[in-house]
Each structure stands twice: as C-alpha cells, then as structure tokens.
C-alpha cells in the first residue's frame, strides 16, 4: 500500500544495506529501486549534496570532500601541533573520539567551548573547534559531521526539511535499538 519511492531504508554498514537491497530486489523486483536503502552516511551525502544548491548560506558547498578516519586522524595531530598541545597526553585518536562524541549528541564547537568545565574539557574543545573551522575552510567533512549537517539543514533549511518529510512517509531503521542521539534526531527530523 506504499508507493516504493516514499520508503526510505536505512542501516548501519554497506554491508547490510546491500544485504537489505537485495532481499527487497528478491522480494518485490524492480519496484524496490525506488526506494532509498542506505546508510545513514549515505542518505545524508545524498540529502547534502542534493539540498546545498538550496542553502548557499549553509557554509558547505555541494563538492564537498568526505575525511576518512585517517585523514581526521591527521588533521588532528596538526591542529594539536600548531596549537601546542602535547600529542602524548592528548593523542589525537582520544581528542578525535571526544570530538565524535560531542557530534554525536549534536553539540557544536562553540557550545563545547561554552560547556568546558576543565583546562582538559578546554583543551579538547578548542581543538574541535579548530578542528572544525579548518574541515570548513577545506569544503570538508568526517563521518559523524554528515549526520550533524544534515540535522543541521533541516533546521536551518525549512524547505529541505518539508520536502523530506514529504517524500519519506514510511522509514524503516534497521537495528533501530543501536541509534546514537544524532541518528535519532535525523530520523525524527
């Protein structure tokens, strides 16, 4: 009773969503091309890509450039370099992991700085926040900012919003149970 291109799908690995793609293929042939059956990251690079063109005030343009872990990982050491951090006390894997748990629950560079309690609280969010502006100043962005941005559009971005409302009647959330803050919100959203 759905039309297929109102279903949106999504799960947590490639591996999965393939899995999902092909049972529903199996299942219903060719119908089940419309629908979107993704992962989150997907979904949101999909979603971004299309909506930028709509929201040039959004601070991202459409050819923006995905950071694997490796490259935050990188990015990471020299902005703890260049601000003098010490790399032993502060590796930058343990500051990434921190940065990545503040996306996670949709907490920005300037509110982390507003919430540091600690000179360690302080420390990791400074370097988020420059973490931040310089994945900005490259049309850059790591995995958990895909999530974060796309929340972040459709508050800013009325018009994205009320078309993927529309679009999307029916989401279903593989292992719905395991979503983080920001997967949840998305959703919701």
């Given at each position: 009773r759905a039309d297929a291109?109102?279903?949106?799908?999504?799960?947590?690995?490639n591996k999965?969503?393939?899995e999902m793609r092909e049972r529903l293929e199996a299942m219903l042939g060719r119908v089940s091309r419309a629908m979107w059956i993704s992962t989150f990251?997907?979904?949101?690079?999909?979603?971004?890509?299309?909506?930028?063109?709509?929201?040039?005030?959004?601070?991202?343009r459409r050819n923006f450039s995905i950071y694997a872990a490796a490259d935050a990982r990188r990015l990471m050491a020299l902005v703890l370099r260049d601000e003098d951090v010490d790399a032993k006390k502060f590796p930058p894997r343990s500051v990434l992991a921190r940065v990545s748990n503040a996306k996670n629950e949709l907490t920005g560079p300037a509110e982390a700085l507003a919430d540091a309690a600690s000179g360690n609280d302080e420390v990791h969010a400074r370097a988020y926040a420059e973490y931040d502006r310089r994945l900005r100043a490259a049309n850059a962005v790591d995995f958990d900012d895909l999530i974060m941005r796309t929340v972040e559009l459709f508050r800013t971005c009325p018009q994205a919003s009320d078309y993927y409302r529309h679009k999307f009647r029916y989401i279903f959330v593989d292992e719905y149970q395991d979503t983080n803050h920001a997967q949840y919100v998305l959703v919701r959203e």
């Open positions: 291109g109102q279903i949106l799908a999504i799960t947590f690995t999965a969503a393939r990251h997907s979904a949101c690079v999909r979603i971004l890509r299309a909506e930028l063109g709509e929201a040039p005030e959004f601070g991202l």
